[in-house]
């Protein structure tokens, strides 16, 4: 049989045709405990029945009208997400990368409404912010860059986590509008800033009239056992944030919700989006958000976030080729010494999905949904994986 889909992605060779709550199964009938959620996405897990009930429901009854048209779902999906974050206003997309391309127009015209003739962007080394040409001109990594130059003016880029390197290019960029950053870095291997990073930066864009824009298509919506993790530092509100991925939990919505200084920035006619903030999509959306309210997932995260630490810290901490152990809700980074990306491929053998980021860094996401026992399933399996990975690469080097 051939196959005609494009060949962008390096894919393993499994396929999966059914699931419920954390759990896979593929065209044999094995199972697979999923500890990344469709990277970040399914934070409910599969085939949830209150998903499924908002889907068919919604189907049956209206999916999609336009944007030439009010759309009262979108208002309370709207209304909802002002409520949880803080924020004023959203404008409704379809993925994270068009989420970061309403945020970069925001900005860019931002900077002209002050005079500034060619806005720049302050991005962060090792951030990904998507695979559109802005956004993958803002994204830190060269690898995301090859073969796509020349890139999109407008971005300068400073190390994450350092607030006098910020602090130094705002000074040399007067041209800077807006520090564009995730408050973890997902796809950059799970990198916690210090506990003070986010609140020097709010303040750095207030003294200088930047727009803070947090991009929280990966931490968003109760990963970090926070709705945003944002929200972990207290009394902070950026300017602007970007989310998508498990808003939707696989129905694709993408949402750049603006506050302060950003709002009013996009007037009608500026920006638009066929699909936006459709019904169906807003219907689930906010059966997401419902239902991680009612069900307590939040709660759930922050319970097994530390069953989990405590676990890997048990089973790992004597074994030196095992760099540090991050975490922040159900964002699990375990840092090796060396290249590991040949555990995903074991973890698939062994019924686990996860996933390498930055070649050494074994991320876990798994869906908020997951109880106790299968919490402590991901950190016997991976435990054990990377316990034989070192004993194996050690082996090699002796002989
Ligand atoms: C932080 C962040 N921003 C943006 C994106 C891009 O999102 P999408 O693939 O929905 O365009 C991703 C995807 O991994 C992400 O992790």
Redesign the pocket.
Known sequence: MTNSVMPTYGRLDVAFIRGEGAWLTDTEGKQYLDALSG??VCNLGHAHPAITQAITEQAATLIHTSNIYHIPLQEQLADKLADLSGMEQVFFCN??????EAAIKIARKYGHSKGVDKPVIIVMDGS????TMA?LSATGNSKIHAGFEPLVPGFVRVPFNDIDALRMAISHWPEAVAVML?PIQ??GGIKIPAPDYLAEVRDLCTQRKLLMML?E???GIGRTGEWFAFQHAEGLLPDVM?L??ALGNGMPI?ACLVAGDAVGILEAGNHGSTFGGNPLACKVALTVLNTIENDKLMQNVKTLNATMVHGFEKALSGYSEVKVIRAAGFMFGIELIKPCTVLVQQALENGLLINVAADNVIRLLPPLVINAEEAKLIVSKISKLVIEFIESQEIKCVA
């Open positions: 990277i970040a993925s994270g990368a068009e989420a970061n990904f912010h998507g695979r956004t995730e997902g796809e991009d298509v990966q931490t970007m998508a991925k993408g």
